[in-house]
């Protein structure tokens, strides 16, 4: 059974610009997380969907935004890209919200 | 004040030794997970636990709901028990979980 899969693993933007990153929940899951994860806050909630809807949001300003589609893959979206959004995002899955949460590899954003 | 604390945040040890990280925390939770997470970033879920014990292996995880605390052991360590582990707490709002999460403790294991 494959894994949680995100992509890309690497990504260097520049300030400004936007980006989006996918994730790829385990086969049968309908429940996908985000979290943001920097040396200096650690790892912080940013979004959860269930059937292509957002249930639970973090602190987090609305240049963060996600969506999920049918397929329960999900992509989440930064625009104008800060120096600060630079970090490791990684997304989990679980089969229906609550339950033990399966990790992707992330993806680790760099800002410049 | 944090909602999870955990501790110690580094912890560096010979192989063979036995290990304890514990983490405790201030609110009501609906489960407690410890998570482990090598050099690259990727993590893996250890356990989840809502009361009691659970054992996998040479880990052991534990969890007093009336102390909101938990420990996590590991036997006979080893180095490739290297590692960063977090804590986290889970809540159920609306029926979806939300995970909160420690610091994490720096584990280095020296042959």
């Known amino acids: 059974k494959a894994g949680v899969t995100q992509t890309p693993r690497y990504l260097i933007k520049t300030r400004g610009q936007q980006v989006t990153l996918s994730c790829s929940p385990i086969?049968?899951?309908?429940?996908v997380s985000w979290y943001q994860q920097t040396p200096g806050q650690g790892l912080q909630f940013l979004f959860e969907?269930?059937?292509?809807?957002?249930?639970n949001k973090g602190n987090f300003p609305g240049r963060f935004s996600g969506r999920q589609f049918s397929n329960s893959r999900s992509e989440m979206n930064v625009s104008t890209l800060e120096l600060g959004d630079s970090a490791l995002y990684l997304c989990?899955?679980?089969?229906?919200?609550?339950?033990?949460?399966?990790f992707g590899q992330g993806t680790r954003l760099t800002v410049v | 004040k944090n909602e999870v604390e955990q501790s110690p945040q580094n912890l560096t040890a010979q192989e063979g030794e036995f290990i304890t990280i514990n983490c405790s925390y201030s609110?009501?939770?609906?489960?407690l997970h410890w998570l482990q997470q090598h050099p690259g970033g990727g993590i893996v879920s250890l356990f989840m636990?809502?009361?009691g014990k659970k054992k996998h292996g040479r880990l052991i995880a534990t969890i007093n709901i009336q102390e909101k605390h938990s420990s996590l052991h590991i036997t006979a360590s080893h180095p490739r028990d290297s590692a960063v582990y977090i804590c986290?707490?889970?809540?159920?709002?609306?029926?979806?979980?939300?995970?909160?999460f420690g610091q994490g403790t720096r584990l280095t294991i020296n042959p």
């Open positions: 989990a899955s679980s089969l229906a919200g609550a339950g033990e949460a399966f």
């Open positions: 086969s049968g899951h309908r429940s």
């Open positions: 969907y269930f059937s292509e809807t957002q249930r």
């Open positions: 609110v009501g939770i609906s489960a």
């Open positions: 636990l809502s009361s």
């Open positions: 986290a707490l889970s809540t159920l709002i609306q029926g979806a979980q939300k995970l909160v």
